[in-house]
């Protein structure tokens, strides 16, 4: 777990981010190679703005990721980066996707780790998939 400090020039931080959002219209389209997709896209996401992927989990109609980000990237910009991206490659991956409107919400669901423990949050999504 990236439970640890990090720092940049001026600044000390440890900011990680328990995001969960939707398909348009909460459809369970998120199954086999386009949850296999995802999981890769978001890497290659995270990879290139330089967040650290903490905890993924894709059910078939929603995503839980925890994510550790640096101060100067507001949450609703992470959000904004991942939905945009993700669904641009996928709907072009993936053209059964295109019959949505658009795969994505524009809600989501985010909370900071400061209330419990970042290992508290991956056994949380690790326990998804089991879930009833």
């Not at 909460?26 to 086999?32: S, T």
């Not at 890497?43 to 929603?62: R, T």
């Not at 991206?85 to 400061?114: D, K």
Request: proline letters at 5%; aromatic letters at 10%.
């Amino acid at each position: 777990m990236a439970d640890q400090y990090k720092h940049a020039n001026t600044t000390v931080y440890l900011l990680n981010y328990h995001f969960v959002f939707i398909p348009k219209r909460r459809r369970k389209v998120l199954v086999g190679p386009v949850e296999t997709r995802l999981k890769e896209v978001l890497a290659e996401k995270c990879a290139e703005m330089k967040w650290d992927i903490l905890a993924l989990e894709v059910m078939p109609d929603h995503v839980h990721l925890s994510l550790a980000a640096d101060p100067a990237t507001a949450p609703n910009q992470v959000m904004h980066s991942l939905k945009g991206y993700t669904s641009r490659i996928l709907r072009q991956e993936f053209p059964h996707l295109n019959t949505l409107p658009a795969l994505w919400t524009r809600s989501y669901f985010v909370s900071t780790a400061g209330a419990v423990s970042g290992a508290t949050i991956q056994k949380y999504i690790a326990a998804q998939k089991t879930r009833d």
